[in-house]
């Protein structure tokens, strides 16, 4: 586990987003014609994170792995609006006509005869056989030809040139004009799932234990030490006898001697009682600190543990 993902596992924006994905799996953006690719979820998720903060977001937990990616689209928008409505076109690349018309050669196999067809036909128009006035039948026809013309200028047209057309400000535009955007789903990461299942505590677990401890939480997490350092906590909390502070410390590997250092030092600035959780094992030079410490140090393998020891800790 690293630095970066054990600090984000702090955060009560992803612990949402993690619950969530728990229970649905995946996020996917929906389209609509006003304002393109967004997501719903997120908003619901995140509302008081909107525009390129919320993005900022998925990218640093994307990049700590602990949210996968997939590619689920290419937004496509306008150059001149920045509009995602438009409708694409197939035009003649000789008088740049969009009546382009597309003919089939179709061969009745029942009585051998050979129709050609328009797609400027009604609905209809494939149903019959001309020559023998039988419905074709799945299986009973094959196409044995196929091409476009211009209605305009009536040239054959191999392959159409292709244009969008966006329906908010008239501009005709080409694929390489257009400003391209790629649109991704999110899920949780198999092994950060392992991670979380076992060893991970969020914000709203500590929080509730807190509570249930009489402890009112205060709404800011930092303290101004006698150096003049403002020293932050995960949480600072206090009841009628006195104020206390939780940090907590995530990693797959042995906790350092510094990392403990860190914590005693923020002890000797501040003076209030500090609880450190810690979900993996002391090196053996932190596990000597830790003995002689003036810390309250929670030291378990498991996340119920964890929990456990924290609440009977503040009784």
């Known amino acids: 586990m690293g630095e970066i993902r054990s600090e984000l596992y702090k955060d009560s924006r992803l612990e949402a987003l993690i619950i969530f994905l728990s229970d649905n799996k995946k996020i996917e953006p929906k389209f609509d014609l006003s304002n393109g690719y967004n997501y719903p979820d997120l908003d ?30 290419i937004e496509l928008r306008c150059p001149k609006c920045k ?29 051998g005869q050979t129709s050609t067809k328009s797609n400027l ?31 305009n200028c009536g ?32 899920s949780l990461n198999s092994e950060a799932k392992k991670e979380i299942d076992a060893v991970v505590l969020f914000p709203s677990e500590i929080r509730k234990i807190l509570t249930n401890a009489n402890y009112t939480i205060k709404a800011s997490n930092v303290i101004k030490g006698k150096s003049g350092i403002e020293q932050k906590f995960d949480f ?61 140090i929670v030291e378990v393998s498991n996340k119920k543990d964890a929990l456990l020891r924290l609440r009977k800790s503040l009784l």
């Not at 993005?55 to 602990?66: E, G, I, P």
């Not at 001309?130 to 299986?139: A, D, L, V």
């Open 236 to 296: 600072v909390a206090s009841n009628d006898k006195k104020t206390i502070a939780v940090d907590t410390i995530f990693s797959s590997k042995p906790i350092t001697e510094m990392e403990i250092g860190k914590e005693q030092s923020k002890f000797y600035d501040t003076g209030i009682e500090i609880y450190v959780i810690i979900t993996s094992k002391l090196s053996e030079q932190a596990s000597m600190i830790a003995k002689v410490s003036p810390l309250k």
């Open 121 to 151: 036909r009604e609905e209809s128009w494939f149903d019959f056989c001309p020559n023998c006035n039988k419905k074709y039948s799945e299986g009973g026809y094959r196409i044995v030809g196929k091409w476009f013309e211009c209605s």
């Open 83 to 111: 509009s995602p409505d438009f409708s694409t076109r197939y035009l003649c690349p000789f008088c740049e006509s969009m009546t382009i018309i597309k003919y089939l050669l179709v061969e009745h196999i029942n009585c």
């Open 44 to 73: 619901k998720i995140m509302p008081e994170n909107a525009g390129k903060n919320k993005d900022d977001f998925l990218k640093r937990v994307v990049t700590a792995k602990v949210i996968d990616e997939e590619l689920f689209d």
């Open 155 to 186: 040239k054959q047209v191999k392959n159409p040139m292709i244009a969008h057309f966006c329906r908010n400000c008239h501009n005709i535009f080409s694929f390489e004009d257009a400003i391209q955007r790629e649109v991704y789903s999110y």
